[in-house]
């Protein structure tokens, strides 16, 4: 063999080696683009799933307590919690929920779920164990007094482990704070946002009992934010404004870990669905997303509430 041959030789060698390379380098990261699409996929089902079996118990009473009116009794409030209520971009902690001053990365509101157990038969002593919270706990309990809930708060918040931002959640037995240690339910959750379908109310306005076009028909007529039902200076106009909650629309935009995309580049996302429900003024419906080579979903659905959030 001559010199030339064998620089020949080498040469084809080398392009062969560098072909297989470049295969193998493009099949590995197409594995981890499929492998990441599907863990984000999983993660959306899980997430809906999850907050759809909350909405849906939220407002739940005990047969004993539905079937009864609310009385003068001694110890109970004449205007208690809404069943359902939230915050617009907010920080969750063990004993209070405040707005949210600044975020790095990611965005969320603060949604607060909260049922009643119920009694496996009355006189029982015992709950049927059939309303589970965020967390997959039941309770063996029924209730007190008609007033007596259990909570589910979900918020967004770095995780402990990696800082990579997480839906989490707090759990009370009592329904208000303290809530029990946080617990994660799905990691890679960047944008985390909740609109709240009302029957009958006028943002930010107390509800007028003569205005006929107001009159509750249990059909959500618009989407609000939760800053939006608040009545300035009116504790008892903004909890009648969380009773007249009929449906939840739900966005949220979850992400891979870094380098799973295929082509790295900055995207404009709407977690709500689009103009019709995103606006400047709600922090992060409209939402870019950094050019970072993650995969990102999003993930959007309305849950109609089953029970009636009333007195």
Excluded at 3 to 15: F, I, K, N, S, W
Excluded at 80 to 104: H, I
Aim: proline residues 5%; neutral net charge; hydrophobic residues 40%.
């Amino acid at each position: 063999m001559t010199l030339v041959e064998l620089l020949v030789a080498m040469t084809l060698g080398l392009l062969i080696t560098l072909a297989a390379t470049a295969s193998l380098i493009a099949a590995r990261r197409g594995f981890t683009t499929v492998d990441a699409a599907s863990q984000l996929r999983d993660n959306a089902r899980f997430a809906t799933d999850l907050i759809q079996r909350l909405a849906v118990q939220s407002g739940y009473k005990d047969v004993s307590i539905a079937a009864s009116k609310r009385g003068n009794t001694v110890g109970i409030s004449a205007d208690p919690d809404p069943y359902v209520y939230g915050f617009d971009n907010a920080v969750a902690s063990r004993t209070s929920v405040t707005a949210a001053s600044s975020r790095s990365s990611y965005f969320g509101d603060v949604l607060i779920l909260r049922s009643q157990p119920t009694e496996t038969f009355p006189g029982s002593g015992k709950a049927d164990k059939g309303m589970i919270d965020c967390s997959g706990f039941s309770t063996e309990t029924p209730p007190a007094n008609r007033d007596d809930t259990r909570a589910s708060v979900l918020f967004v918040s770095e995780s402990s482990v990696d800082g990579e931002p997480t839906l989490k959640c707090y759990r009370s037995e009592t329904g208000t704070v303290p809530f029990a240690s946080a617990v994660p339910l799905i990691r890679g959750v960047e944008n985390f946002q909740v609109l709240y379908g009302v029957d009958g109310v006028v943002a930010k306005t107390a509800i007028d009992p003569t205005n006929a076009t107001l009159k509750p028909d249990t059909v959500p007529d618009s989407y609000l934010r939760a800053d939006q039902l608040t009545v300035t200076g009116d504790d008892a106009a903004t909890r009648a404004n969380w009773r007249r909650v009929r449906s939840l629309r739900i966005g949220m935009v979850l992400r891979s870990d870094i380098g799973a995309a295929q082509e790295s580049k900055a995207k404009t996302l709407y977690p709500l669905g689009g103009p019709g429900f995103s606006s400047t003024e709600d922090v992060g419906t409209i939402y870019t997303a950094p050019a970072d080579g993650r995969l990102r979903q999003v993930v959007t659905f309305t849950v109609h509430l089953r029970n009636d959030q009333g007195l």
